[in-house]
């Protein structure tokens, strides 16, 4: 089925320890994104990536970094993770502009729990 | 920076009646897309429904409808003849495309709705 394949859904890490979360799509989008959610509260962006080849902060990117592989792949890297870090974190696409009011189409999550 | 917010973080309805969820934002934009979407027990984020704020027409699909008052920064939900089904975590999200074309977008901090049998 077409859509945004997460990888791994669940993971838990110590403090201190590194890991990159993967997310792709055969949507053929161009824009793709990382979203926290944390208990009782919305999604929170973390990067973004408009387009292959570009990535920007969001709203609480402390702590990450990303890379736009190419068109299809957008991973999250935790260098050394904190407990703060725990969530649940989802990568999502969006075609752009040109293709009308379409919303973003989103991965099932990955749940990570840092000790 | 734009700002969402759902002022009801938990809501009840019994089976087959109607319920609305509020939300409002807050921007400077004239031209803008809402959205909400639907959290079940699952974590999937499934859309709702959507509205273009140019159009003045409330969007509606199936039982769901909304309210969207642009001057008063303004889009609930109403849902029609609730169902079992309908129990999740119902998000409000504001997207605004810059001019790099990146959609991204800002959500409220949720809904939470449980339909009684």
């Known amino acids: 089925n077409a859509g945004v394949t997460q990888t791994p859904k669940f993971q838990v890490l110590k403090t201190g320890q590194s890991m990159t979360l993967q997310c792709a799509q055969d949507?053929?989008?161009?824009?793709m994104y990382w979203y926290r959610q944390d208990p009782g509260m919305g999604l929170r962006l973390i990067y973004y990536?408009?387009?292959?080849?570009?990535?920007d902060k969001g709203e609480v990117p402390n702590g990450y970094n990303v890379s736009r592989l190419n068109k299809r792949e957008f991973s999250l890297r935790l260098e050394s993770a904190a407990p703060s870090q725990t969530s649940v974190y989802f990568c999502a696409t969006w075609p752009g502009t040109g293709i009308g009011n379409q919303p973003q189409h989103f991965g099932d999550g990955t749940r990570l729990s840092i000790l | 920076a734009q700002t969402v917010t759902q002022s009801q973080p938990e809501m009840s309805v019994q089976e087959a009646e109607t319920v609305t969820l509020s939300c409002t934002y807050d921007t400077s934009e004239s031209n803008y897309y809402l959205f909400w979407y639907k959290q079940p027990p699952s974590r999937q984020m499934i859309l709702v429904i959507r509205?273009?704020?140019?159009?003045?027409q409330n969007a509606t699909e199936n039982r769901f409808s909304v309210n969207f008052q642009k001057a008063a920064k303004s889009f609930s939900l109403k849902i029609s003849d609730s169902q079992l089904g309908d129990t999740a975590m119902y998000f409000c999200a504001f997207m605004k495309p810059d001019r790099t074309n990146a959609g991204k977008s800002t959500f409220g901090d949720g809904t939470t709705l449980t339909v009684k049998p």
């Open positions: 949507m053929n989008h161009n824009s």
């Open positions: 990536s408009a387009s292959e080849g570009t990535t």
């Open positions: 509205q273009e704020a140019y159009k003045q």
